[in-house]
């Protein structure tokens, strides 16, 4: 077990974290829970911020939305947003051209890059594109520890 984790956090946990009524609600406080137990390192970028935003606020509300902003950007929060720069936008690119899903977006493909880039343990995230994609999800991740411990 790692003394800290880093973990990406994704738009379907901002979302399910944020939104009572989402389906992945109940497991996203959940994880999120187990996770504040350890030491870690929460990270995101600005194209998921963007896309939580926008996500929340058609799913909720404006004002669920402009609250998720405030959050985000209040002193004690523990989420870190990464700026997108030209090196991470091109190799998304790239990862995106070769896609074969029309199911995977652009931003999942800048989040697989920021994981690599960043050497991340996990992502925090349901989308299962990840974890075919070679990513450890933080779902997956915490099962494994719970059963080697």
Do not use: W
């Not at 995977?104 to 050497?119: A, I, R, W």
């Amino acid at each position: 077990m790692k003394d800290t984790l880093k973990i990406f956090v994704d738009s379907d946990a901002f979302v399910a974290l944020t939104v009572a009524t989402d389906a992945n609600h109940e497991k996203a406080l959940s994880l999120l829970h187990s996770l504040g137990e350890r030491s870690v390192v929460f990270l995101t970028s600005n194209y998921v911020f963007s896309e939580s935003i926008t996500v929340i606020s058609m799913r909720s509300s404006h004002a669920a939305a402009v609250a998720f902003i405030e959050n985000m950007q209040s002193p004690g929060n523990p989420f870190q947003i990464k700026r997108t720069d030209e090196v991470i936008e091109k190799e998304a690119i790239e990862l995106f051209k070769i896609q074969t899903s029309k199911n995977t977006s652009f931003v999942d493909c800048s989040n697989m890059v920021f994981m690599k880039q960043l050497n991340l343990d996990a992502i925090f995230s349901f989308d299962d594109v990840y974890r075919k994609k070679g990513c450890i999800l933080v779902e997956n991740l915490l099962m494994v520890e719970k059963q080697a411990a």
